[in-house]
């Protein structure tokens, strides 16, 4: 029986300074993310969740929070495959990087990551989602490439670095997921060998 993975970016992010904060620390919602994160808690409210996850950073498990208040009885489970992605690139200006096409992977060696390694981590999770949900829905709440990736996958391609800029060209109806945006995936069969059915939808 298919699995229904609803996966979520976190809500908008307090961040004055303009920075990417990747995996830095102390990156919260703003007021405008908080509100965010309770409008998908409403487009969720009617869906059957079974299990709510979430990446260990703060944002994504404040969205997972205000997600579960919806579904009472699923606290948010903590999945490392979920974190936001590894690169050099923490702390620089976000004009600097939108300059570059948001391209904060090519060159990177470990411990840094590629899309591919993202790609690999994320498909692992949507394996134990299809194994422990078969005929159940679940959400997760991630970050943007975490959601890009997958989504590049679904409709057949390998993930490059440079792709980040020209999305549409890949059926997704939007340059990039919004804040609180959320990606639908039917998993009909092994991840690895079935591509998912997949479709976007923003909830404000």
Same mark, same amino acid.
């Given at each position: 029986?298919?699995? %229904?993975?609803? +996966?979520?970016?976190? @809500?908008?992010?307090?961040?004055? #300074? *303009?920075?990417?904060?990747?995996?830095? =620390? /102390?990156?919260?919602?703003?007021?405008?993310?908080?509100?965010?994160?309770?409008?998908?808690?409403?487009?969720?409210?009617?869906?059957?969740?079974?299990?709510?996850?979430?990446?260990?950073?703060?944002?994504?498990?404040?969205?997972?929070?205000?997600?579960?208040?919806?579904?009472?009885?699923?606290?948010?489970?903590?999945?490392?495959?979920?974190?936001?992605?590894?690169?050099?690139?923490?702390?620089?200006? %976000?004009?600097? +990087?939108?300059?570059? @096409?948001?391209?904060?992977?090519? #060159? *990177?060696?470990?411990?840094?990551?590629? =899309? /591919?390694?993202?790609?690999?981590?994320?498909?692992?999770?949507?394996?134990?989602?299809?194994?422990?949900?078969?005929?159940?829905?679940?959400?997760?709440?991630?970050?943007?490439?975490?959601?890009?990736?997958?989504?590049?996958?679904?409709?057949?391609?390998?993930?490059?670095?440079?792709?980040?800029?020209?999305?549409?060209?890949?059926?997704?109806?939007?340059?990039?997921?919004?804040?609180?945006?959320?990606? %639908?995936?039917? +998993?009909?069969?092994?991840?690895?060998?079935?591509?998912?059915?997949?479709?976007?939808?923003?909830?404000?």
């Amino acid at each position: 029986m298919a699995a %229904t993975l609803h +996966l979520m970016r976190h @809500g908008q992010v307090h961040n004055p #300074g *303009n920075i990417l904060y990747g995996r830095l =620390p /102390g990156f919260r919602l703003s007021e405008l993310g908080i509100q965010q994160a309770h409008a998908a808690a409403a487009w969720l409210a009617d869906k059957p969740i079974k299990a709510i996850y979430s990446s260990p950073m703060e944002r994504a498990r404040q969205t997972a929070a205000i997600v579960a208040q919806r579904h009472a009885a699923h606290s948010p489970i903590i999945d490392e495959r979920l974190i936001e992605v590894s690169t050099p690139y923490e702390g620089r200006p %976000t004009a600097e +990087l939108a300059a570059s @096409g948001w391209d904060l992977y090519s #060159g *990177n060696e470990p411990p840094f990551e590629s =899309p /591919g390694m993202v790609l690999e981590r994320v498909l692992d999770f949507f394996e134990r989602v299809a194994c422990a949900h078969a005929g159940e829905s679940a959400v997760a709440i991630a970050h943007g490439d975490i959601l890009v990736f997958p989504w590049l996958y679904a409709q057949g391609v390998e993930p490059e670095a440079l792709m980040k800029d020209r999305l549409i060209d890949y059926a997704l109806p939007v340059d990039y997921p919004a804040t609180a945006s959320i990606m %639908t995936f039917e +998993l009909t069969g092994p991840p690895r060998e079935t591509l998912p059915n997949v479709r976007y939808d923003c909830p404000y």
